[in-house]
């Protein structure tokens, strides 16, 4: 554990995940936390106003449950039925027969690791996903430049999750859980809630600047603008 | 509070009259529900001229209800473009997600769920009974595309999971996590972890393996049976296994402390054992047709389904206190092969490879182009930093599974890491047509 990172006072209910630079670190996690989460992501989904019911496809691995579980719940609650795929090349034919087979409205999160896989299916990245909602890795946006589908940015900041609403004008970070700020170009987080984990500015690896004031969807939270 | 030996003693000690009457209540409601609802039952029950008005107990059951296979369900997906194969019961909102099967042969079957799902239920019964209680930690190894994220539901037992996906690649995280929160079970060990991890302790002598397992009170091994090899490996590694398997896709069917056969949980499938062959049921402790009904699950219940695999069975009590069935597997009937009419199974393979330096993963696959033949076919992955001689390691395998399996013996060497391509990371497909 770094300096930025101290035990919290929520006990935990598990231990997920987080990246930061090229290697994994372990992450206890509370129930509470998990639900504020749920409740950002839900927050993220009414802007779009999904009303067609349909699928949802979540691409991720089971090591990142504290980031990807709450996204599963809230679609649950939007009205969604779930289907999951790893987030691997190997798995990429999973995602293919998934919308191939269900009516699949949005998808989150697609990494260069599926796109690998599904172009070593001989697909075409553009038209593979259909008119979907696609929440991508910012590092795909290039090879999905001509793409059919509705883009929408995701990424990982160290614990947190940042996520485009339906406006698309940068990462909404949830404004309950974190305080976000910009320290020399880096994005460092601060935890504000009562965490297993608490985090004091953390440094998340990732360079950009945040934006902040009302977005065109009506949330208050910071946005990140992640240097490409 | 004082301990308590099972999670639900109530259901799982439930002696075996009330356990019937559990069942017929269960499966009197759930027909006329999934008969209404399901295409497919609807179609097989009128082509059989059934009706749920003509089942008033479970002998009228066993005697008139009519069978579905794998076959059956894939014909009506096929003929009807539903994914679901007719067998559906409900939508959205009922309706929360899809699981699916590995995909290991084809498009991955769907597996539809509620919010809450069956394998939720047992995996709390099958961990509290190794020894897992409210505050412990637990490794939790697992694709997501089966059940989704699931640690939530696994809250109302207090059970802490460490999520880690299934991946050779990911054998330094378990060990860090197995030293960090010392967790009390493992679930879920596959060949090819166990693979990973042999080839990690090679590459780091040092480590105290033991050591770093020494908190767990067992280990879930799945994905295929084990060996007696690996078995043996896993116990000089401190672990006790309980071995692990599907119930037909219903749920699973897992070993307790006794390891006298896998318990499969009455109060969610109605378990019939029958002739591999026709509709009779086989007595107690011979091979036949593991066949289940789901008498729970209300979104896309099976009715007797012929699962295909070849089981023992018993309904005696065990002697872990459980009044709950268990099976031994044999195999699948589709992978069933007749060399000259000796039967041969992949199960009758692996530990003759698995005891072999040179084939202890035991990757193989038989190649079965027809159900009957005349030489026994394989396709046999080997470890490339033991082998340095294929041509030897050829003569000397066929000379011995033609002694240990008293048949005729061909086949082709391949490394493990190409074997290893054919298949999801947990498993490989284990017969082949080609």
Not at chain 2, 62 to 91: M, S, W, Y
Not at chain 2, 326 to 336: E, F, P, S, V
Request: hydrophobic content about 40%; some cysteine.
């Amino acid at each position: 554990m770094t300096a930025s990172m101290r035990t919290g006072s929520n006990e935990d209910c598990g231990v997920g995940t987080f990246r930061i630079g090229d290697g994994l670190q372990f992450l206890p996690i509370s129930q509470v936390e998990l639900e504020r989460h749920h409740n950002f992501v839900s927050r993220i989904l009414s802007t779009f106003h999904f009303r067609t019911g349909g699928h949802f496809l979540v691409v991720s691995l089971y090591d990142f449950f504290s980031q990807f579980m709450p996204i599963e719940r809230a679609a649950m609650d939007a009205g969604f039925i779930v289907c999951n795929a790893d987030d691997s090349s190997f798995d990429a034919g999973r995602v293919e027969s998934i919308i191939r087979r269900f009516d699949v409205k949005a998808i989150a999160a697609v990494s260069n690791n599926c796109l690998d896989g599904l172009q070593g299916l001989g697909l075409n990245l553009n038209q593979v996903f259909g008119d979907a909602v696609v929440w991508a890795y910012p590092d795909c946006f290039p090879r999905l430049a001509d793409s059919q589908a509705q883009l929408r940015k995701i990424a990982t900041l160290g614990p947190a999750i940042g996520m485009e609403c339906a406006a698309g004008q940068g990462l909404h970070i949830d404004h309950f859980e974190w305080e976000v700020e910009s320290i020399n170009g880096e994005i460092h987080l601060t935890s504000k809630m009562p965490r297993a984990i608490d985090f004091i500015q953390f440094a998340t690896g990732k360079r950009g600047r945040v934006e902040e004031g009302i977005c065109t969807c009506g949330n208050v939270d910071k946005r990140i603008l992640l240097d490409s | 509070m004082p301990d308590r030996l099972y999670y639900e003693p109530e259901i799982e000690t439930l002696p075996r009259a009330d356990l019937v009457r559990m069942q017929e209540a269960l499966l009197l409601q759930l027909l006329p529900y999934v008969y209404n609802r399901a295409p497919l039952t609807r179609y097989i029950w009128d082509k059989a001229g059934v009706h749920p008005q003509d089942i008033k107990s479970l002998a009228d059951f066993k005697e008139k209800a009519p069978f579905i296979d794998k076959d059956t369900i894939r014909a009506f997906r096929d003929a009807n473009h539903d994914p679901f194969g007719g067998l559906l019961c409900v939508q959205s909102p009922l309706l929360k997600g899809v699981g699916f099967t590995s995909g290991t042969t084809g498009d991955p079957t769907p597996l539809p769920h509620a919010k809450l799902t069956l394998a939720n239920k047992e995996w709390k019964r099958n961990f509290w009974h190794m020894g897992l209680r409210p505050g412990d930690y637990y490794t939790h190894m697992m694709f997501t595309f089966r059940e989704g994220h699931s640690v939530d539901r696994m809250q109302d037992a207090g059970f802490k999971p460490i999520t880690i996906s299934i991946s050779e690649m990911d054998v330094t995280r378990v060990i860090k996590a197995s030293l960090t929160y010392r967790p009390k079970i493992f679930y879920l060990l596959s060949t090819p972890l166990i693979d990973g991890i042999e080839k990690h302790l090679r590459k780091n002598p040092s480590l105290d393996i033991k050591d770093v397992f020494s908190s767990y009170k067992g280990a879930v091994f799945g994905g295929e049976p084990l060996g007696p090899a690996k078995r043996q490996l896993l116990a000089d590694w401190g672990l006790e296994v309980f071995e692990y398997s599907s119930l037909g896709d219903i749920c699973g069917a897992m070993e307790c402390k006794a390891h006298d056969g896998m318990h499969t949980w009455e109060d969610i499938a109605l378990i019939e054992n029958l002739d591999p062959e026709g509709i009779a049921p086989v007595d107690e402790g011979e091979v036949g047709e593991l066949v289940v009904t789901s008498l729970i699950d209300d979104v896309a219940p099976l009715v007797r389904f012929r699962t295909d695999d070849l089981v023992r069975h018993s309904t005696k009590p065990c002697s872990c206190g459980r009044t709950h069935g268990r099976i031994w597997l044999q195999g699948r009937k589709g992978d069933q092969l007749l060399i000259n009419s000796k039967s041969v199974l992949p199960v009758d393979i692996l530990p003759h490879l698995q005891s072999l330096p040179e084939t202890g993963a035991g990757l193989f696959q038989i190649i079965r182009r027809e159900r009957e033949a005349e030489t026994l076919e394989l396709r046999i992955g080997y470890d490339t930093d033991v082998v340095t001689d294929i041509s030897k390691l050829e003569a000397f395998l066929t000379d011995h599974l033609q002694k240990a399996l008293d048949v005729p013996v061909r086949m082709q060497l391949v490394t493990e890491a190409e074997l290893l391509k054919l298949g999801p990371p947990h498993k490989i497909p284990r017969v082949s047509k080609s």
